[in-house]
């Protein structure tokens, strides 16, 4: 499985102790849908059912888009 995932911040984020869920850990998001971003909020659930040798592309590059399969991923310079 593979995920085409937009992101927009030039930057890194900051995390402090308000980050923190209730058992005192900091969940940063891995599968880049959360609306939440750097920090989980859920949306991975989404991405259980994804095939292994399939791209997979978000609408609005959230859990909450449409998921479209992707045949072929073309470079500007290919
Ligand atoms: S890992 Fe991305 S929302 Fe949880």
């Known amino acids: 499985m593979t995920r085409e ?3 927009e911040e ?11 869920g209730d058992d005192g850990l ?3 998001c891995q599968c ?4 939440s971003q750097p920090l989980c ?3 991975h659930n989404a991405t259980t059912d ?3 040798e399939v791209v997979y592309k ?7 888009g449409e998921r ?3 045949d072929e991923v073309v470079y500007a310079d290919e």
Do not use: C, F, M, Q
């Not at 880049?32 to 609306?35: K, V, Y």
């Open 5 to 7: 995932v937009t992101h």
């Open 10 to 20: 030039r930057g890194p984020a900051v995390l402090d102790d308000d980050d923190k």
């Open 26 to 28: 900091i969940y940063v």
């Open 32 to 35: 880049g849908l959360s609306d």
């Open 41 to 43: 909020d859920g949306s």
């Open 50 to 52: 994804e095939g292994d």
């Open 58 to 64: 978000y609408a609005n590059d959230d859990a909450d």
């Open 68 to 70: 479209r399969e992707v």
